[in-house]
Structures are given as C-alpha cells and as structure tokens.
C-alpha cells in the first residue's frame, strides 16, 4: 500500500455510496461530496409521492451511512467545476485535490424539447420531487371538493403520466389504486368515478426494455385498473391546464406527471461524453482521457456493446468494481474490466401484481410483487426504516388505508411555484 | 332534536378537532375548517425540530380522523372574515352560513417588539416551522464542517433559545442532548465541544407557571446538562449573525428560536377582546355578544377569575364542553359553564429527566419523564404513529441515536429564506 491517497467521489447515490463503502478501511483517504446530506432510496419515490409512506423512510443522512469508517468524510456542497489536469474538484467554498476521482451524479430529467413540460410537469427523480407531488396530488383533490364547476373538477381529477417504464407504470399504479382505495371513504362529498389516471407511452409497449409478454401482462392489468393507456402516442405540447397528445388531441388536467427522457447529470463538460451526454468510459470504468477518473452509474456510458439499463443493482455492482480498481490501482495493479451480473428486473403494479424476469424466466402477477417488496426491502439502508416501512405496507395493503396524506409547505399551489424544485 | 342545523368550527387543533369529534352523529351538520388539511400534534413539534421523529408521525390527515362521523365534513381553507350578523363565515372561495360557530384557530408569535425578531429568528409553532428549524440546525453543522475561520465556527455552533417556558426548555434540552450525543460521530471533524446552548429568560425562573422548585430543579438540570441560562434577561435585538441582552451584551449566533411570546391568532376584529387580541367569552365559552359563537382554546380569553395556561388538556376540554353546549342550545337548553379539570402538569428536559404537578405534588426526574412519553403517546392520534414513535424513542432513548437529520427543500439555507414560512 502506497502512502495515503485521495480519492474523491462526487455523489451520493447507489454507486456513489457504494464505491465510499468498498473503500472503507483500504488506506485510501475519501471524501463523498453530494448537494444533499441524504441518500435517496429512489425506487420508492413513488410510495412517497403517493403519501403511502413518509419521505424520512427513504431518505438516509450520509454520514450516518459512513461513520463506521474513519477514513471515508462527507461533504455537503454542489460541484461546480473539475479541473482533470490539475486534479482539482471546485464547490461553491472549496478546491479539493484528488488523486483519483469517480464521478456518480447520475441523471436528471430531459423534456425532449416538448412546450410547456419543464414548466407545467411535475417530476419524480428527487425526494423534494415527490414530495411536491404528494402536496400537488392531495390539493388537487381538496380543491375537487370545493369545486362546482364539473369542468373544473374533472381537469382537477385528472392525472397524466408521460413515460411507460418502471417509474410511470408504478406511479400510474399507485394513483389510481389510492383514489379508488380507501381514500373515498376520506372524501364523501367527492364522486371518484370521475377520476381519470392516463398513461401515455410513446413506444408500440409498455416496460419497453423487459420482454414484450410483461409489457403485454402489464398494459392489461392497468387498464383493469382504471388506468387509460395510449400507446404510440406523443405529448406535443403541455401548459398549465392541458397537455397536447399528437398535436391535435387535448386533455384538460391540473397534473401531468413526467418520467419520459433523462440525459446526464454530469458536472463537467470537459471529458469525452457519449450519449444523452453521459460520460464515456472504458470496460474497466475509467474515462478515455484520464486513468484516475472513473465515472459510474446514469452518468456513465460504458463504450462497449452491452447498453446498461440504469438500474440501481448496475450502480452498485458499478460503486463495488470502482472501488475494487481503484485498489489495485494503488497497488500498482491494472484495473480490470467492470462485468455486469444481471440478478433479474422486477416492476410493481398496483396492489398484489408485478412482473419480473429472472434469468431467461419472465413472470407475472402475485409473486413478483411479493419479491419487489421483499428485494426493496432488503436494500433499503436502515433497518429502522426497514421495520418502519414493513410495518406500514402491512398495514396499507392488507388494511387498504394510506398514511401520508400531508399537503405541506406551499398553501397555494400553483403548479408555477414548482419549477424551483426541478432539477433543471 | 331540531331540524339539522350547521355547525362551523374554524381551526384544527385540539379544541377544534375535539369539538367537531364531540359532535360526532349529533344530528347537527358540522363543517370543519383548516388552512391545512392536517391536525398537528404540536407537544411533539420540538422532537420533529430536533430529528428525533419524521414530520408525518404527529401531523394527521383532518379527514382521516373525521370519517367515522358521516355528519362531519372538512374544507380546507383559509377563513378570511366572518359577518356574525349574517351568520356566514367568508373563505377565499366560499361563504358558509352557520347556526352556530366555534372559533378554535389558536395562537401565533408575538415578538414583543423586539427589533428583529420577526426577521431573523425561528419560531417553532408549526409543523412546517419544525421542519424548516431542523433543516437549519443540520445545515449549521454542516457548514461548521467547512468553516475554518473559528469564530464564524462559533456562530454556526451558538444556538440561542428565547423564553424559559416549556416549549424553550424543551428544545434546549433536545438541542444540546442531540450535539453532544451520538451525532457526534457523524461529525468526527468537528469539535462539538464548542457548541453553545444559550437560553434566555425574561422572568427570574424557568417553567414560570410551575411551582418554584420545579424552575428551580429545570435550571439546575439544563446547567448539568450543558446550556447556558440567563434569568432575568431580555433580548433586546436580533440580527442575522447574533442577538442582543438587555442592550449590551452581544452573542454572535446563527440561530435564534423564538419561543417567548403568543397573541390570539384570531380570524376576526369584530368581537370584543380580552388580552393579547383573544376573543373575550364568558364561562359559557360564549361570545358575550353573540350567544351562537363559541371561542375555544388559546383564542378565547375566558372571563373569570381562574387565567387558562394554554396548554393542550384545556382546549380538549374546552373542546367537549362546547359540544356538549351547542347540543344542549339545539334542545332548548341552557348553556352550562365551562369547569377545567386540571389532571396535572408535564414537561420533559432532555433524556431520562422531567417535571411535574399532578394535583398538590411536585415532582422531579425519571417519573415523570416517563409519564411524559406516555401521556403523549395515549393522546397521539392513530395508532400506527403510536407504534412508530414508541419504535423511534425506544431506539432513540436506549441506543442514542437519532434517526431523521435530513436537509430537505431549499439548499440555499440562508436565514432570510425562512421568514415565509412564518406565521406572520
């Protein structure tokens, strides 16, 4: 082992984290900066957003992650520039010398240059997000009650979903069982018949990177749902009280939900990127210019011919063989190529059905779901949130009742106000 | 039983709520009125401050608690006038004729006039208070991590707490128990030693309203555990970066918690006031002018001899007997006189150690700091929150940890940012 050496990982989610923990005790002196004092458990965002649970479950104060381990420190600060020559990482207060560096800032969301969608969309990719979502959802339903006007009222019990993969199917999901579940029985005065939930996919399916068969199984069960479904259809245009499918339909609704596109969240324009402006790397995971930098995650784009799916598990295994390199890097070793073990995809819709593929296996209904909940639960980080959260889906789902109907913050919500909260 | 008549209550809270749940398949059409659409349990508000408990455990949805009733419906809203001639109370939107009114809206801050205090202090009254106090005594720490200069260090650290009652001595405990508890190894560069704990006092003792012994056993206890008490001492002004004593003596903080004073948060001029602008009743708990309103809780300035200290149990009762009144009125009955059945006094100071009054005995130390926890517990609406908060303070208490230190909404945490979410 050379003499102590600094290795700066900038971001704090799966891979991020996980690259810190590789790195826990191996002599290395590391720094995990993010923006944020919390990781984010974003598969459960959802459950958020859709008051089944409290956001304090998902969300985990880094240090605490850390503190088992003496040599890792966290930083509380936006990256505003990396100087690759110099090796230097600058924030808002601070320049901070690396020897190695592993950039993990993941993905943020891209409006595919649609009208209207960074101002009139909510999002779903940050814990503020989704709570901001739940505020919106539960206002919107208040003001139902308070309205007269039947126009008015269906564009306020109106839910638009842009994006058929995971996070639009599982959303999609979640609102339409919450206001046919036992939410009713909260508004008395409210028909919630008139509730509208609509999907719109751009893609011929549904979970477009699973096999069709799940898309298939899917597409049905939402619709079962409730859930209206447009395939091949394209949102054109979206403002404050309508969205615009294929330049001519308009739907009036007060929400329009978006988790269609995504590009990188990168914070440096001055390394090689591939594409939606990911950064490129080699097999082994380090940049093509710099061998000390090492970029993983959404941010990443791995320049060979296996495209990675941005799922959590590929962050990981990403933070573990980052770490691993980094390692034999200052044992004077070659980092070795990064291979990525595919354990299965699971999706969840809706109450007691889901679908999965495992291996050359794909599955559907009750025991994907049982398996979604039983995986999310052990990668969760906390076994207090652990206890927490199973506590409160037995009590959800075998009750029927949701907990987290909170509309804090903003008394007046007006979509407008919630541009600050964006990403970008 | 007369023919269904309309009962508007405005304001959530304990006298609120109680009141609308006491007129539960009374026959009478209650209306509920909030500008949230939650009931907060404000005794736990200093734990949410201080991360020991989420948000969402002590902030209950409004309609989830009514629904049992058919006859009780909530709006959530902001009442802006009331014409107590017409009967009819006037919202943003609405205008809601009543027979009868119970005004229960509660207290907000007074500052005393004290030149600053509205800007640069952080009040601890709402639930959205509470959050935004916790994310800025995490941010302060977090900033002192990165402050090498020691005396901006220092006032990142210096946490000053004005007003001796139990809300204060409350949050000074909580405050210096969490710096110098296990949140120390999340901070292993920072030297916690150098926090201060300051909490000033207009009056000559702590807990005023509390036998003298028991002031006495707070101050000696707060001391042991760290805080520095000033007796006798009266801010003068604050700014951002520090607070003045009796106009000389100058503190340099971060962070000023202004618990001292409270006016009747009254949505109306138009009725005669006893002081601090409550709406003056009789023992009735009726208006004097008009005998269908009622005043309840810390609006209502009850005329009689015995002064009301404003704590929870009397706006439940209030809460009951108001109920129990207005039924009485719809049968042709007279309105009964208000009795406070006093079952004794709480307050908790920090781990292990609290205070009490229950009838003619004082008591200090574990008892009832135990019966503290308790009591809050039985009275703690929904049992699932019960079950998590006893979950989190049995980890909380016997492992020391604290669990919900998260930084959430605006990451800018400048102090001017937080004068909208003040009351007023």
Same mark, same amino acid.
């Given at each position: 082992?050379?003499?102590?050496?600094?290795?700066?990982?900038?971001?704090?989610?799966?891979?991020?984290?996980?690259?810190?923990?590789?790195?826990?005790?191996?002599?290395?002196?590391?720094?995990?900066?993010?923006?944020?004092?919390?990781?984010?458990?974003?598969?459960?965002?959802?459950?958020?957003?859709?008051?089944?649970?409290?956001?304090?479950?998902?969300?985990?104060?880094?240090?605490?992650?850390?503190?088992?381990?003496?040599?890792?420190?966290?930083?509380?600060?936006?990256?505003?520039?990396?100087?690759?020559?110099?090796?230097?990482?600058?924030?808002?207060?601070?320049?901070?010398?690396?020897?190695?560096?592993?950039?993990?800032?993941?993905?943020?969301?891209?409006?595919?240059?649609?009208?209207?969608?960074?101002?009139?969309?909510?999002?779903?990719?940050?814990?503020?997000?989704?709570?901001?979502?739940?505020?919106?959802?539960?206002?919107?339903?208040?003001?139902?009650?308070?309205?007269?006007?039947?126009?008015?009222?269906?564009?306020?019990?109106?839910?638009?979903?842009?994006?058929?993969?995971?996070?639009?199917?599982?959303?999609?999901?979640?609102?339409?069982?919450?206001?046919?579940?036992?939410?009713?029985?909260?508004?008395?005065?409210?028909?919630?018949?008139?509730?509208?939930?609509?999907?719109?996919?751009?893609?011929?399916?549904?979970?477009?990177?699973?096999?069709?068969?799940?898309?298939?199984?899917?597409?049905?069960?939402?619709?079962?749902?409730?859930?209206? +479904? $447009? @395939?091949?259809?394209?949102? /054109?245009? &979206?403002?404050?009280?309508?969205?615009? *499918?294929?330049?001519?339909?308009?739907?009036?609704?007060?929400?329009?939900?978006?988790?269609?596109?995504?590009?990188?969240?990168?914070?440096?324009?001055?390394?090689?990127?591939?594409?939606?402006?990911?950064?490129?790397?080699?097999?082994?995971?380090?940049?093509?210019?710099?061998?000390?930098?090492?970029?993983?995650?959404?941010?990443?784009?791995?320049?060979?011919?296996?495209?990675?799916?941005?799922?959590?598990?590929?962050?990981?295994?990403?933070?573990?063989?980052?770490?691993?390199?980094?390692?034999?890097?200052?044992?004077?070793?070659?980092?070795?190529?990064?291979?990525?073990?595919?354990?299965?995809?699971?999706?969840?819709?809706?109450?007691?059905?889901?679908?999965?593929?495992?291996?050359?296996?794909?599955?559907?209904?009750?025991?994907?779901?049982?398996?979604?909940?039983?995986?999310?639960? +052990? $990668? @969760?980080?906390?076994?207090? /949130?652990? &206890?927490?959260?199973?506590?409160?889906? *037995?009590?959800?789902?075998?009750?029927?009742?949701?907990?987290?109907?909170?509309?804090?913050?903003?008394?007046?919500?007006?979509?407008?106000?919630?541009?600050?909260?964006?990403?970008?």
């Amino acid at each position: 082992m050379v003499k102590p050496c600094r290795v700066v990982i900038v971001g704090a989610g799966f891979g991020g984290l996980q690259t810190a923990q590789s790195l826990a005790n191996s002599g290395a002196d590391v720094l995990l900066i993010d923006s944020n004092n919390y990781h984010t458990f974003v598969p459960l965002l959802y459950q958020v957003a859709t008051g089944q649970i409290a956001p304090e479950q998902i969300a985990y104060p880094a240090r605490t992650i850390l503190r088992r381990a003496s040599n890792i420190n966290f930083l509380m600060a936006e990256v505003e520039e990396i100087d690759f020559s110099a090796q230097i990482v600058k924030t808002d207060n601070h320049a901070i010398a690396y020897n190695f560096l592993v950039i993990a800032t993941g993905s943020r969301t891209q409006y595919l240059g649609v009208p209207g969608a960074l101002d009139y969309t909510l999002g779903m990719r940050t814990l503020e997000e989704a709570i901001t979502l739940r505020n919106h959802i539960f206002s919107c339903l208040e003001k139902a009650t308070q309205e007269s006007d039947p126009t008015k009222r269906q564009e306020l019990l109106t839910f638009a979903i842009v994006g058929g993969g995971a996070t639009g199917v599982e959303i999609a999901g979640a609102v339409v069982e919450i206001l046919r579940g036992r939410v009713r029985r909260d508004y008395p005065t409210l028909d919630l018949r008139e509730v509208r939930v609509i999907l719109i996919q751009s893609g011929d399916r549904l979970l477009a990177d699973l096999p069709k068969k799940l898309g298939v199984y899917t597409y049905n069960r939402l619709r079962k749902l409730g859930v209206e +479904v $447009y @395939l091949e259809a394209k949102v /054109s245009k &979206v403002n404050l009280r309508s969205i615009y *499918i294929d330049n001519h339909q308009e739907i009036a609704t007060a929400t329009t939900i978006w988790t269609a596109g995504l590009e990188a969240n990168s914070p440096t324009e001055d390394i090689s990127t591939g594409k939606k402006g990911k950064l490129l790397v080699n097999s082994t995971l380090q940049s093509s210019e710099y061998a000390n930098v090492y970029a993983i995650g959404d941010v990443a784009y791995v320049d060979n011919d296996k495209p990675l799916s941005g799922v959590a598990p590929e962050a990981l295994q990403m933070g573990v063989a980052v770490a691993r390199n980094i390692k034999r890097q200052l044992r004077g070793q070659l980092p070795q190529p990064f291979n990525y073990f595919n354990k299965g995809r699971l999706a969840i819709i809706g109450c007691y059905s889901g679908v999965g593929k495992i291996g050359g296996f794909a599955f559907t209904g009750f025991l994907p779901w049982l398996m979604w909940l039983g995986v999310h639960l +052990v $990668y @969760l980080p906390g076994y207090r /949130s652990r &206890v927490v959260i199973l506590l409160t889906w *037995i009590h959800g789902y075998l009750l029927g009742d949701r907990a987290v109907r909170l509309i804090l913050s903003s008394k007046e919500t007006n979509i407008t106000n919630y541009r600050t909260s964006k990403t970008r």
